[in-house]
Structure formats: structure tokens, C-alpha cells
Nanobody, 131 residues
Framework: EVQLVESGGGLVQAGGSLRLSCAAS????????IGWFRQAPGKEREGVSC????????YYADSVKGRFTISSDNAKNTVYLQMNSLKPEDTAVYYC????????????????????????WGQGTQVTVSS
């Protein structure tokens, strides 16, 4: 059974940091890219970052570039998103997803691209950034 579990969210002041974790089971990082997405109330879910460790590829949305860093611990099947210099507009539910065809060599597409039969999503973790 494929399972993705996000953790590490919480309440932080603007300028602070959080590290999110995505613990994956039932998928191999040799075969899947891991993406981080977020959704704020009333807004569409958007791609934030992704990593395809087997390709040595990472991607960051312009809105987080220079502030967020994605990494993986393949022995633990866990992907991390280190978030620094957080802003109130970063407030959202953050989701990780294991995506079979995600290379992380190109910008992330719309959310509708990532709900195929071999795409798997976690339940999300809330990040709230206060001003």
C-alpha cells in the first residue's frame, strides 16, 4: 500500500523557519518524483517544489526560490522541505505527492496533471505564518 505522511507544519512568525517532512512507503524514489504543493483557502493548489533524486533534479517555484530547499533521505524514503524567511502568503496546507512521471526538470503544471492512476497524495500539513 502506498502511503505518504506529511509532518512539521505549525504556526510561525514572519521571517521564521519550518521544516516539513514527507515520509513515503510503498514507492521507490528510483521510479517517482516527489512534489510539494500548497493550497490556501479559496485558491487553487499550486506546485511549490519537487525532487527526482534518481535524476539529480530539483525544481522551485519562483515564489519560493532562494527561501525553500528540498532534499531527500533515500534510505529513509523521506523528503524534506526546509522553509526559511517565511511570509504570510506562504500560509497554506502543504501536500506531498509521489508522481510517476515527474522529472522535476520543468516547471510544475496545473494540479489536474497530477491525479493519474500512479500518482499518490498525502493528507497535508497546515503551515500558518503570522505577520
Amino acid at each position: 500500500e502506498v502511503q505518504l505522511v506529511e509532518s512539521g507544519g505549525g504556526l510561525v512568525q514572519a521571517g521564521g523557519s519550518l521544516r516539513l517532512s514527507c515520509a513515503a512507503s510503498g514507492v521507490s524514489f528510483d521510479d517517482y518524483g516527489i512534489g510539494w504543493f500548497r493550497q490556501a483557502p479559496g485558491k487553487e493548489r499550486e506546485g511549490v517544489s519537487c525532487i527526482r533524486s534518481s535524476f539529480g533534479s530539483t525544481y522551485y517555484a519562483d515564489s519560493v526560490k532562494g527561501r525553500f530547499t528540498i532534499s531527500s533521505d533515500n534510505a529513509k524514503n523521506t523528503v524534506y522541505l526546509q522553509m526559511n524567511s517565511l511570509k504570510p502568503e506562504d500560509t497554506a496546507v502543504y501536500y506531498c505527492a509521489a508522481l510517476l512521471y515527474l522529472s522535476c526538470g520543468d516547471p510544475l503544471g496545473p494540479d489536474s496533471d497530477y491525479h493519474g492512476n500512479h500518482d499518490y497524495w498525502g493528507q497535508g500539513t497546515q503551515v500558518t505564518v503570522s505577520s
